[in-house]
Structures are given as C-alpha cells and as structure tokens.
C-alpha cells in the first residue's frame, strides 16, 4: 500500500508508535442498492474505497480522491454516514506500524470513469448486496455498521458514548 509523504516524514520520526489518523471514505451505492467494495491489498479484506485525509485536505475530498484512486470511479457525494473509531479501527500493519482511524464515512454515487482496481491498494473491485458481503471476509468496522451501510433511508449515525467520569474521591 503506498504510504503519502507526509505519514513518511511522521513514520520517520516515530517509529512504529501508534499513531491516531482521520480518514474518509464513501458508501457507493449502485442503481440495485449494492455497495462498492475493494479487496485491501494488504489484509486481503473486503473494505469501501478510502484511506488517509491528507494536512490541509478536506475530508470530503479525500473520500472523492482515495475512491477515484482505488476504483477508477469519480464519485459525487450525496451526505454523510457517520463518523467511526474505536477499537475495531486500530490497525496492526505487517511492518510493524500501529494506527487508529478516527473515520468519516460519506454517502456517494458514480458520475463518471471505469471500475477497475488500482492493483497496488486493491486488487478487486465490486459492488456487493448485504448477503454477498457476509460471505467474504470484511474489515471490523463495516461489519459493525453493516445496518447503517446497507439502510435504503439517508439517515446518518455515529458511535454513541461509551465514556463516564471517574468516580470521584
């Protein structure tokens, strides 16, 4: 997977620490309520198009660019999903490199280009019903928002609190 200069230069200077990162992605649906997604080079799992926001972008932006880059689609979007973290984003790498994804997640439709994977970040793109997904392997946290992913209405969500203060002396 290629990693952009800037977590290079961070990388550098860190190691492998963990290291919290925002990312986007989009939810593309098609004209059958199918879901795009892209086997991850890496893990071998099935994921919706998305990756890194980079200093200074927009994460709407990154969601269009990262979805463009992995798929070959250019993509319009249509509303916001929901924002994710958590546990079931800290990502363990081959390398070494440990990161938490704080992600904002986006609703979107195909407006031009070719569906075609990148082969560097993944190796298959497709669109996939509810029940065609559950039969292939799939990141923790689409498994965890698999009703939210696949609802027909544009409601959007995100992980209630789970935070309490200490208990007081």
Same mark, same amino acid.
């Given at each position: ?77 249509? %509303?916001? /999903?929901?924002?994710? @973290?958590?546990?079931? =984003?800290?990502?363990? #790498? ?7 994804? !704080? ?9 031009? %280009?070719? /569906?075609?994977?990148? @082969?560097?970040?993944? =190796?298959?793109?497709? #669109? ?7 039969? !292939? ?33």
């Amino acid at each position: 997977m290629a990693i952009s200069d800037y977590l290079r230069s961070v990388r550098a200077k860190v190691g492998h620490d963990l290291l919290v990162l925002p990312s986007a992605a989009a939810v593309v649906r098609d004209d059958r309520g199918r879901v795009l997604f892209g086997l991850h080079a890496d893990k071998k799992i099935w994921v919706v198009p998305g990756g890194l926001v980079e200093p200074g972008e927009l994460p709407a932006d990154a969601a269009v660019r990262e979805t463009w880059e992995e798929t070959g689609l250019l993509i319009e979007l249509t %509303g916001l /999903l929901g924002v994710v @973290g958590g546990p079931d =984003l800290v990502i363990h #790498y081959d390398n070494g490199d440990v990161a938490s994804y !704080v992600g904002t997640i986006f609703r979107a439709r195909a407006v031009g %280009g070719e /569906l075609e994977a990148d @082969g560097s970040e993944t =190796l298959d793109v497709r #669109y996939m019903s509810r029940t065609e997904l559950e039969k !292939v392997e799939h990141s923790a946290w689409i498994h965890a928002a698999l009703d939210l992913i696949f609802a027909r209405s544009g409601e959007h969500a995100f992980q209630p609190a789970t935070w309490k203060p200490p208990a007081r002396p």
